[in-house]
């Protein structure tokens, strides 16, 4: 079978771009398992976005990511909290292809194994990143910025690239509204603050439709007006994709976790605790490792 039907962008590929996708897919073993899926869904048939089990990574010898097993249900927003080191970010590192586990099941749905998968292919696959530092094109206007992340992405500006205007204008438009920056939309990045910079950034990746996103640490450097507007933002983003979130600021967590989203502790490269943003805030491990006394 040909493994090209599980991307994003099946109408849409120079087979010559992507020669090493065809293996890669092929050896994943995705065709067996016999489920029917449309070209570029990802199987969430079970309720089940990111499937994490037993993954670890050693760095020369030392295990940043211990046997860590995590879900995250489709449509969750997930909150990841635990002390520096604790492989939060190795973890980011493993689910979008940059670092190969030793071992261990990173799956995106049922059926995307993303350890047979390079980096671009787990980005068109849905999993958009966002990193501490905003990158954004600061010579260019928001507007412009927004149009370029879109135009990155092949398939759907392929898809629109005979009626892109309206409907690529539609879609910008309704970008800047959730990342409120319709009053902004003709100044350049650069003279953004950092608060809308970080929330240009989102903009950016939501342009490429991701079905998770994964934020590392979105609200450093933030002041705490910012920090609240974002965390506004990320809850009006549910529904649209699943996301994982990497976050020390408390308040930030709460504002994102609320009374019943389940929030996930990490320590030492494996889950320390996992329930409630109040229930893990009780638990002694937390409070030795994490929390402090
Ligand atoms: P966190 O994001 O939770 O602060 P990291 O995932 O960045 O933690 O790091 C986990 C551990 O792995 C740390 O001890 C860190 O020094 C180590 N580590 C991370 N990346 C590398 C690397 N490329 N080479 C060696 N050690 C690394
Ligand atoms: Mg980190």
Redesign the pocket.
Known sequence: MNGHILLNDPLNHNPFDDALKDDELALSGVADLGHVVEPGAIDISHGTILYLEDVTVS??G?R??NKLSLVIDAGELRCVI??????????M?VITGK?APDSGKVFLGQTLDLTRMNEPAIARAGIGRKFQKPTVFEQHPVWENLELAMKADKGWFATLRARLGREAQAKIEETLEVIRLESDARRLAGELSHGQKQRLEIGMLLMQKPQLLLL?EPAAGMTDDETMELATLLNRLRGTCSMMV?EHDMEFVAALAGETGRVTV?AE?SVLAHGTLEDVKREEAVIESYLGR
């Open positions: 760095f020369d030392f940043a990511l635990g002390p520096n080191g604790a492989g939060k970010t190795t973890m590192d670092t590392d990497v990490m490269g």
